[in-house]
């Protein structure tokens, strides 16, 4: 088994910066591929960018390109996502998300752990 807890997420200015991390504890000799999901209010859980066990990887949802940077350092068990230039459209729960493997995933069924979410709101 693996935990995972979010944190940083917070209030922002529409164009401000956050950081999101994901502290991973547990069952942490395994290979993991990782992932940022985002729930808005009414809306499904998406996509918002993985990345695979070595770093090397990364995926991004096109409304986040260029903005967003998903990195992660194994040594701390932990994945981060550098957000910003961020928009009210921003505004959401956002989860981590966890999958023993090296290559990343992009559909959150295929995500075995997942954190309770952390919320990230954008003011216009």
């Known amino acids: 088994q693996v935990q995972l807890v979010e944190s940083g997420g917070g209030l922002v200015q529409a164009g401000g910066s956050l950081r999101l991390s994901c502290a991973a504890s547990?069952?942490?000799?395994?290979?993991?591929?990782m992932a940022w999901f985002r729930q808005a209010p009414g809306k499904e859980r998406d996509l918002v960018a993985a990345?695979?066990?070595?770093?090397?990887?990364?995926a991004y949802t096109d409304s986040v390109k260029g903005r967003f940077t998903i990195s992660r350092d194994n040594a701390k068990n932990t994945v981060y996502l550098q957000m910003n230039s961020l928009k009210p459209e921003d505004t959401a729960v956002y989860y981590c998300?966890?999958?023993?493997?090296?290559?990343?995933?992009?559909?959150?069924?295929?995500?075995?752990?997942w954190g309770q979410g952390t919320q990230v709101t954008v003011s216009s």
């Open positions: 998300a966890a999958v023993v493997g090296t290559w990343y995933r992009i559909h959150q069924w295929e995500y075995d752990y």
């Open positions: 547990g069952r942490t000799s395994s290979t993991y591929s």
């Open positions: 990345i695979s066990w070595s770093g090397s990887n990364t």
